[in-house]
């Protein structure tokens, strides 16, 4: 069973601190995605990672895909309270994603 | 704009009776997904469709069906809700060609049960 285990569960900051989430698996997978999960609404992809040692930015999102190809991190510098919300990461089966237990953050003004 | 759309975004209903939610998508996806939120946990997939073939996870209870009338929608079926039924359904689309599959959501219908 392919497993996507993701630390810190629960991040309470100040706006302005950076983070890091981690995404870990024994399982590699072809391809990783982030998404970012607002109250009441559903996910909304961030990025898809695919090659062992990518690193992509979005902004003040830095997203890096390890080099096995079975973990993955998200780096968030100078938090701003819309960046609050349940940051799920997943991993891509056949015809499915393996999604992460979740980490929810919240930034406070 | 081609989306995911979800209707109701709310839905009361009582213990034990019947309701079904729907899901329809402009994106003509050919795969389609329900899954089951409960607050502040991952997503859980209960079955997905490509194209007309029903793949139901092993551990879906059996007290939910689903329906794929055609490419643009599709409907999830709670047969008798209990209150443990109660959490966010979230449809998703996404098209298997290509070797990334990207998932799009809608934005989900909150199940109360009573």
């Known amino acids: 069973t392919q497993l996507l285990e993701q630390s810190p569960q629960f991040l309470s900051i100040q706006e302005g601190e950076n983070l890091t989430v981690y995404c870990n698996s024994s399982?590699?997978?072809?391809?990783l995605q982030w998404y970012r999960q607002e109250p009441g609404e559903g996910p909304v992809l961030l990025v898809t990672v695919v090659t062992g040692g990518e690193v992509k930015k979005l902004k003040r999102l830095t997203f890096q895909f390890g080099d096995a190809r079975k973990d993955s991190s998200l780096h968030i510098t100078a938090a701003q309270p819309g960046d609050t919300g349940l940051y799920l990461c997943?991993?891509?089966?056949?015809?499915?994603?393996?999604f992460g237990t979740g980490t929810r953050l919240q930034v406070f003004p | 704009d081609a989306m995911v759309i979800q209707n109701p975004r709310y839905q009361v209903t009582q213990f034990g009776k019947p309701v079904t939610l729907s899901c329809s998508q402009t994106?003509?996806?050919?795969?389609m997904y329900w899954y089951q939120q409960k607050s502040s946990q991952a997503p859980k997939l209960l079955f997905h469709y490509y194209d007309k073939d029903f793949n139901n996870e092993a551990d879906t209870p059996d007290n939910f069906q689903s329906r794929r009338p055609n490419t643009s929608f599709c409907f999830l079926d709670i047969r008798s809700p209990g209150l443990g039924d109660a959490a966010m359904y979230l449809c998703?689309?996404?098209?298997?060609?290509?070797?990334?599959?990207?998932?799009?959501f809608g934005p989900g219908t909150r199940l109360l049960v009573l």
């Open positions: 997943a991993g891509a089966g056949t015809d499915k994603l393996i």
């Open positions: 399982s590699v997978f072809s391809s």
């Open positions: 994106l003509n996806h050919n795969v």
């Open positions: 998703a689309t996404s098209s298997r060609t290509g070797g990334v599959k990207t998932q799009y």
